[in-house]
Structures are given as structure tokens and as C-alpha cells.
């Protein structure tokens, strides 16, 4: 069924890009939230999505707004990925699936494509957009705009 807009972010704990133990209390409901699921770390789509989150997140942080970004991937590949495009946000290691299936993200493609779905919250963790679009370059504009009206 997944989470609708109106929503809160349910808790939820994960690895971190540093091989931290990441709690979703210490930042849901703290500030607004994009929070991103996406395929795969390295591929075109996928790369395309985080660097033009990375390009744009001083606009974020000046929002008073944090991203995350969500995939199956290993702590590893998120750390070379990381270090690679200089992603200076958080990403989350997902490799059961648990945050994906909490959050309702639905794989595209006859199951064969992990989905591509963009969350955001306002400041007290209520969804005010999901975003589900196999278009990764269209969901870092969405977002900012979305965060845009949230705190104006």
C-alpha cells in the first residue's frame, strides 16, 4: 500500500554512507526532508539524479532542508560512489529492502527496475509530495520546489 501525502515518515534505522548506525528520529519532524529512493549507484540515471541533487543542495541547506538518498546498495558501493560525484549528503544502505517496503516504493518495469520515488516532508516529518517518475533528472526540481513553498 506505501505511504500517501499527509503522512508522517515512520521510523526507521539503517547503515549510513560511513557505516553509521543512521536513526530516521534524529532528523524527521526535525527539519524538512527529501528523502530519495533510486535504483543503483554508477548507473547513468541514477548518477545523473544524485549530482543534481549534490548541485543544488546549498539551495537545500539554505531551505533549512536535508536529502537522503535510499538504495540497496553496500555501505562500500555508497562510499565509492560518495567519494567519487562528492555527494556532500547522506545516502542509506537498503539491502533487504526494508525502508523500500515501509515506504511502499514499487519496482518499475515488470518488477525487473527498482523504483524511483522522492519523498518530501515538511519540518514536523508529514509527506507533502512523492514524486514517482523513472526520470531521474526531474526529481531534484520537484523537490526544491516543493521545500521552496514549504518554508515561504
Do not use: W
Not at 58 to 81: N, Y
Amino acid at each position: 500500500m506505501g505511504l500517501k501525502v499527509g503522512d508522517k515518515i515512520p521510523n526507521f534505522k539503517a547503515k549510513d554512507t560511513n557505516g553509521n548506525d543512521f536513526d530516521s528520529q534524529s532528523i524527521v519532524g526535525h527539519k524538512p526532508l527529501v528523502i530519495y529512493f533510486y535504483p543503483k549507484d554508477n548507473t547513468p540515471g541514477c548518477t545523473a539524479q544524485a549530482c543534481s541533487f549534490r548541485d543544488q543542495y546549498e539551495d537545500f541547506k539554505d531551505l533549512g532542508a536535508e536529502i537522503i538518498g535510499v538504495s540497496s546498495d553496500s555501505v562500500a558501493s555508497h562510499q565509492e560512489f560518495t567519494k567519487h560525484y562528492k555527494l556532500p549528503f547522506l545516502l542509506l544502505s537498503d539491502p533487504d529492502k526494508k525502508i523500500k517496503k515501509l515506504f511502499g516504493v514499487h519496482s518499475q518495469m515488470l518488477g525487473l527496475i527498482p523504483g524511483r520515488v522522492t519523498y518530501v516532508t515538511d519540518k514536523n516529518g508529514i509527506i507533502q509530495l512523492i514524486f514517482d517518475s523513472m526520470f531521474a533528472t526531474k526529481h531534484m526540481p520537484k523537490a526544491l520546489e516543493t521545500i521552496k513553498r514549504l518554508v515561504s
